[in-house]
């Protein structure tokens, strides 16, 4: 587990010093990222598929990436996912294209969408980064 913890605060201090107002899609049972980057002030809200995920002094709101509720989303400059399922990658591609955000994606193992986007070194992890929002 305290790998995890070491992967998750890497993602976090990168996005945290990175970004302002960043969603996380599908937190699941996994914090440790939106918890650093929430105490930079950076984070917006959480999202999962699944009701009834709460995690203290985050805002977690239930939706499907599949037919995302645009509202939830607008404004962010960043959205990220931790280890989603690659089938998540074109929906979360379309909802940054949609919203003009980046997004960053940690993949489990070397499990990876398409030509894997811009690989973006973060210490211990590499992230891939499937769209850059307009300057």
Avoid: Q, W
Avoid at 88 to 115: F, K, N, T, W
């Amino acid at each position: 587990m305290c790998h995890y913890k070491r992967i998750e605060r890497s993602i976090g201090e990168y996005i945290a010093a990175r970004y302002r107002r960043a969603v996380e899609v599908g937190i699941g049972n996994n914090p440790e990222a939106a918890r650093l980057i929430r105490a930079a002030g950076a984070l917006v809200l959480c999202t999962d598929v699944r009701a009834g995920i709460r995690h203290d002094g985050l805002t977690v709101v239930t939706d499907d990436v599949f037919e995302p509720d645009i509202r939830l989303y607008e404004g962010a400059d960043l959205i990220y996912a931790v280890r989603p399922g690659v089938e998540m990658v074109p929906p979360l591609i379309a909802l940054a294209d949609r919203i003009d955000s980046d997004l960053l994606v940690y993949h489990l193992g070397c499990e990876i969408y398409g030509d894997g986007g811009e690989v973006v070194d973060c210490g211990p992890v590499l992230l891939h980064r499937y769209r850059r929002r307009a300057p």
